[in-house]
């Protein structure tokens, strides 16, 4: 089974940035679909953004949309999560998330694996 840790996350302005990164125990490349999920208090974990298996396709949740921007490097094992323009309801544990099928997903069943996720908190 491949391990996700994430890291990156922590406490930033309204309007500031982060990076989140995603390590896999073992390889990648065209071998999992990678996506992005996160959790608020109280709220549901919600899709947040996905990217097929070579990094060619990708899928956003509307309201980060032209804000953050998944990618991956499959060489070294790591999806990243790129968070612009951040505002306060961006504020929850995001989780990364490795699936064996082929395509693009946006629901949780699709996943196979999970990350222990890392907290982001954004002020205003």
């Known amino acids: 089974q491949v391990r996700l840790v994430e890291s990156g996350g922590g406490l930033v302005q309204a309007g500031g940035s982060l990076r989140l990164s995603c390590a896999a125990s073992?390889?990648?490349?065209?071998?999992?679909?990678m996506g992005w999920f996160r959790q608020a208090p109280g709220k549901e974990r919600e899709f947040v953004a996905a990217?097929?298996?070579?990094?060619?396709?990708?899928r956003y949740q509307d309201s980060v949309k032209g804000r953050f921007t998944i990618s991956r490097a499959n060489a070294k094992n790591t999806v990243y999560l790129q968070m612009n323009s951040l505002k306060p309801e961006d504020t929850a544990v995001y989780h990364c998330?490795?699936?064996?099928?082929?395509?693009?997903?946006?629901?949780?069943?699709?996943?196979?694996?999970w990350g222990q996720g890392t907290q982001v908190t954004v002020s205003s």
């Open positions: 990217i097929n298996r070579i990094g060619s396709d990708t």
């Open positions: 073992e390889r990648t490349g065209s071998d999992y679909v």
């Open positions: 998330a490795a699936s064996r099928l082929s395509g693009v997903f946006t629901t949780r069943p699709a996943y196979d694996y």
